[in-house]
């Protein structure tokens, strides 16, 4: 979890003009709640129950971040927030698990050590340039170039963002069981959009979003069949 | 946009997708589409003429009666480099209007519990 990342980025960079708003998209504002009130950050943090930001922004993964200027401009659209330095190579089941759960869960640490990671020293660095700089950081990009490198939307996609939203309303209106089928057709609509998938998979299989009758996919079948390499994209810098 | 009824009135579509109803048709950014003559004439929107003309899908709950509109297609997420209307709660329930942060430079992270 990146929030204290955050938070120190936050204090050593807000004397110099950059504020740091934080948004979990989480269905529950219970499961983000320990997380933020135990985070101890001065800057906003927000929590976002419907994937607002997923259909306005085209978010489809976490962590996933994105830079505005003084004037509202955004100067990078949406991109792979890499700012958590983490070995991977060494993570490991726990002990004791039933068989059938120690194999799954092998199975997707093997998947998890094949997702590609960025350079967060990098990704700082250019942060720091930007708040610097403004304008003149080589980092800073045009507005025609954000727009470009914004995410397409195609007619499935939107479609996704319709369906998630009918299924968010009827969750938070109580209709839990009956707003799986709007989540079922928005993975089906839009399966690289990750937030969709696992908030889902979350709720009915808490912890390792493995496979249920209530979705047709799960993380690692879909990370399979999606390609590990392919999990994250590049921030592009 | 959840709606509970295939018309709208011209402020609530323009505060929850930017569109904004003008006399030549509806506009966000430089763009416009223009609408049927008679469109907004008892001063409600007709959603599925909305949905048609913007190219945005509309999808039905029919057991509860709901509608979602979705945003419009065919391009990219972002249209203008200006960030969007955003307004998101913390966990208290208080609304944060991200506009209100202009005179900062502001970098939003979005991270997840699951």
């Not at chain 1, 001065?42 to 259909?55: G, I, K, N, S």
């Not at chain 1, 070995?87 to 997702?115: T, W």
């Not at chain 1, 009827?170 to 989540?183: Q, S």
């Not at chain 2, 430089?30 to 999808?59: E, I, K, Q, S, Y």
Request: charged share 30%.
């Amino acid at each position: 979890m990146a929030l204290p990342v955050w938070r120190q980025l936050r204090t050593e960079l807000h004397p110099r003009g950059l504020e740091i708003v934080t948004v979990a998209l989480d269905l529950e504002v219970d499961a983000a709640r320990s997380w933020i009130e135990r985070s101890g950050a001065e800057h906003p943090q927000l929590v976002d129950t419907a994937h607002v930001l997923d259909e306005v922004l085209g978010i489809v993964n976490v962590p996933t971040a994105l830079w505005v200027d003084e004037d509202g401009t955004i100067v990078r659209p949406p991109h792979t927030a890499a700012v958590e330095r983490y070995d991977f190579s060494k993570l490991k089941a726990p002990e004791g698990l039933p068989d059938d759960l120690d194999a799954h869960i092998r199975d997707m640490l093997e998947q998890v050590k094949r997702i590609p990671r960025f350079d967060a020293d990098h990704y700082v660095e250019a942060l720091r340039d930007w708040v610097e700089r403004g304008s003149n950081s080589e980092y800073a990009l045009t507005p025609d170039e954000v727009v470009r490198r914004s995410a397409p939307r195609s007619r499935a996609v939107a479609e996704a963002a319709a369906e998630f939203d009918l299924g968010q309303y009827l969750h938070h209106a109580g209709h839990v069981d009956d707003a799986r089928a709007h989540f079922r057709a928005a993975h089906r609509l839009q399966p690289e959009n990750w937030t969709y998938k696992r908030n889902a998979w979350e709720l009915v299989s808490p912890g390792i979003q493995g496979p249920t009758e209530f979705y047709d996919g799960d993380w690692l079948a879909d990370i399979k069949a999606a390609g590990p390499e392919n999990y994250y994209a590049s921030p592009g810098f | 946009m959840i709606l509970d009824r295939l018309d709208v009135a011209p402020a609530d579509l323009e505060r929850q997708t930017g569109w904004e109803l003008k006399p030549e048709g509806l506009c966000k950014d430089d763009r416009c589409f223009p609408l049927p003559a008679d469109a907004g004439a008892d001063g409600r929107l007709d959603v599925t003429v909305v949905a048609d003309r913007l190219g945005m899908p509309l999808v039905h709950d029919e057991r509860y009666g709901v509608w979602a509109l979705g945003p419009e297609s065919g391009d990219h997420v972002l249209t203008s480099a200006e960030l969007p209307p955003i307004v998101l709660r913390d966990v208290d329930g208080r609304p944060f209007d991200l506009a209100s942060l202009r005179g900062e430079k502001v970098l939003i992270a979005a991270w997840a519990s699951w």
